[in-house]
């Protein structure tokens, strides 16, 4: 029993090592958000936080495995605090992707203002001005943002 808890403490050693370049990687990550560098540089950190979880997820699996269920729950406690991050860094990087290229595809349309029928106050003209209000005013659920 003394070399399973010694064995233990080994792979508890390797996974708290495994979580300090995590954490490492995470902080450069956002140290580079703060300088806003370009989109390559946060993809190519952000594959190295995805590689340092997955070697932290191993370990930590290995660690799982020699551990009664009892203190399971402590230890997926501590994973999900982790994969909290993991996902906060994802989502980060999609802002920052997203952000960069909207501002580059995006082009802008300057239309007339539009000008809505106005009724003249005459009988005769009613079914005319509603038929056009309705087809140019109401919304209709049928047509597209294309018009088809």
């Known amino acids: 029993m003394d070399s399973g808890a010694s064995g ?3 792979i508890r050693r390797k996974r708290g090592a495994a979580k300090a370049k995590f954490r490492r990687k995470v ?3 956002h140290t580079h958000v703060e300088k806003e560098s370009s989109s390559e540089v946060l ?11 997955d070697e932290m997820e191993s370990i930590h699996m290995q660690l799982i495995e020699q551990r009664d269920s009892t203190s399971m729950d402590n ?13 906060e860094v ?3 990087l999609d802002t920052k992707l997203g952000n960069k290229s909207v501002k580059k595809d ?3 349309v300057k239309l007339k203002p539009f000008d809505p ?7 005769r003209d009613w079914p005319t001005f509603k038929e056009t209000f309705n087809k140019l005013v109401v919304p209709q659920c049928f047509i597209t943002v294309f018009g088809v």
Do not use: A, H
Not at 75 to 87: F, K, N, S, V
Not at 117 to 123: A, K
């Open 75 to 87: 230890e997926d406690q501590y994973m999900d605090m982790l994969e909290d991050e993991r996902i």
């Open 43 to 53: 993809r190519w950190i952000f594959e190295d936080v995805e590689k340092s979880f």
């Open 27 to 29: 902080k450069f990550f």
């Open 90 to 92: 994802r989502c980060l």
């Open 8 to 10: 233990n403490e080994s």
């Open 117 to 123: 029928p106005l009724f003249s106050g005459n009988v």
């Open 106 to 108: 995006q082009t802008t």
